[in-house]
T-cell receptor
């Protein structure tokens, strides 16, 4: 199947700093990618839809100025958590679909811990 | 988006067949049923997808009745490594539709 890769797998940062997470589609192009957040023992919650060459679409309640999304190429989307706080600590996951494929492929996730 | 309901948890033993049922009463004509598996600290992994009747692959089978208001994921002869959370999702066939994850079913396989 198609491969979606996230980097880093885990990151620890100090409160007030910014962290960038990369999501790459390795063997297909993705005009759209999705970013999810998952807290312990909870389900995945969609944060935003990343669109290549245009602005991301954020879900209600997700601060666009805090979670900056850039989708500069057909194989790369980045999520930057700005001025991170301990409550931003979570598991962040991206996904992408090969061209008009109903099957979504997920990255391995990034564990963010803000101390 | 069609809402899905599945059991919060299930227990099984190695070698047994496990059937996880999901209800999706509001499924639309363009919707497909998709199941994902998630291990701790990993992203979800696609298991199987279907529209109606029965779909089988090397990992699982998916049974969908004629009214499509429910579906059953069948895992044959589970092993300890099948312990995971299983999510049932309804996906709309309209390009890049977003996925709405429910709570999923935590399957625990014991020796």
């Amino acid at each position: 199947g198609a491969v979606v890769s996230q980097h880093p797998s885990w990151v620890i940062c100090k409160s007030g700093t910014s962290v960038k997470i990369e999501c790459r589609s390795l063997d297909f192009q993705a005009t759209t990618m999705f970013w999810y957040r998952q807290f312990p023992k909870q389900s995945l919650m969609l944060m935003a839809t990343s669109n290549e060459g245009s602005k991301a679409t954020y879900e209600q309640g997700v601060e666009k100025d805090k979670f900056l999304i850039n989708h500069a190429s057909l194989t790369l989307s980045t999520l930057t958590v700005t001025s991170a706080h301990p409550e931003d600590s979570s598991f962040y996951i991206c996904s992408a679909n090969p061209d008009r494929n109903l099957m979504a492929f997920f990255g391995q996730g990034t564990r963010l811990t803000v101390v | 988006l069609a809402k899905t309901t599945q059991p919060i948890s299930m227990d099984s033993y190695e070698g047994q067949e496990v059937n996880i049922t999901c209800s999706h009463n509001n499924i639309a004509t363009n919707d497909y049923i998709t199941w994902y598996q998630q291990f701790p600290s990993q992203g979800p992994r696609f298991i199987i997808q279907g529209y109606k009747t029965k779909v089988t692959n090397e990992v699982a089978s998916l049974f969908i009745p004629a009214d499509r208001k429910s579906s059953t994921l069948s895992l044959p002869r589970v092993s300890l490594s099948d312990t995971a959370v299983y999510y049932c999702l309804v996906v709309t066939n309209s390009g890049y539709s977003t996925l709405t994850f429910g709570k999923g079913t935590m399957l625990l396989v014991s020796p």
